[in-house]
């Protein structure tokens, strides 16, 4: 069945407060004039307390940490939100690539193309390296991306071939009742991450479930029976002679 999203429908039933608001206002203003060309309704935002996407929220506060208690000369971002990109880039030197390049500035950050289908980079060459809320979306033709029912095993196949031995990978995909929601993202059960990335070791596990609480550091089978959560692994490539 197909998705019909709400909250634009759902805004509407607060036209009728806006335009009370509007002749308030009117009324009240010495000097401003309202024009009906400028008008810019928002009308969601009537709300008690701040809202905020937990997945998003969480999964940036937990890769700044991880980086911040053990910062790397530099690291490698692929495809992930980019307001955590440019604050990343602040205090640990920052390359972020994308399909769909950024073309931002700032003190720290590179903004380089890449196709995580084919990284331009060797074997075991990249010691840190994070990809948060991308690999599900790959193969969909969501982003503009091919149509590839594999495109998120190569992905994942790609992330590990770059990753340095020793070097660690930050991930975040969605997490509980493994499906497809097409052309959105996948789900993924936390033993198939675990499984398709079988060169690498399991170094800790954190969530978010679907009430919007994250679990930090905890057991991947906290995931097992949710719905949509946000897991977030951190992988490590053994070291070279030193098996998995």
């Not at 009742?177 to 954190?206: M, W, Y």
Request: some cysteine.
């Amino acid at each position: 069945m197909m998705a019909i999203y709400p909250r634009p429908l759902i805004g509407l039933a607060y036209l009728p407060r806006f335009i009370r608001h509007w002749m308030r206002f009117s009324r009240l203003s010495k000097d401003a004039r309202l024009r009906l060309v400028d008008a810019y309704p928002n009308l969601c935002d009537w709300v008690a307390s701040t809202p905020f996407d937990p997945h998003y929220f969480y999964q940036a506060a937990w890769l700044a940490r991880q980086l911040a208690s053990a910062p790397p000369a530099k690291h490698l971002d692929i495809g992930s939100d980019v307001k955590l990109i440019g604050t990343l880039s602040a205090f640990v030197p920052t390359e972020f690539m994308d399909f769909r390049p950024l073309d931002a500035t700032l003190t720290g950050l590179e903004c380089t193309r890449g196709d995580i289908l084919a990284l331009p980079m060797a074997d075991d060459s990249v010691t840190s390296v994070s990809c948060l809320h991308v690999v599900e979306h790959i193969g969909l033709g969501r982003y503009g991306d091919p149509i590839d029912p594999e495109g998120s095993r190569k992905a994942i196949a790609e992330l590990e071939r770059v990753l340095a031995h020793g070097g660690r990978l930050f991930l975040s995909v969605p997490v509980g009742r493994e499906r497809i929601c097409f052309n959105a993202h996948r789900v993924f059960a936390t033993k198939t991450i675990v499984d398709l990335f079988g060169k690498l070791n399991l170094i800790s596990f954190s969530l978010v479930d679907d009430t919007g609480r994250f679990w930090p550091d905890c057991s991947p089978d906290r995931a097992n029976g949710l719905d949509y959560g946000c897991g977030m692994f951190v992988l490590e490539k053994p070291r070279s002679h030193q098996a998995p």
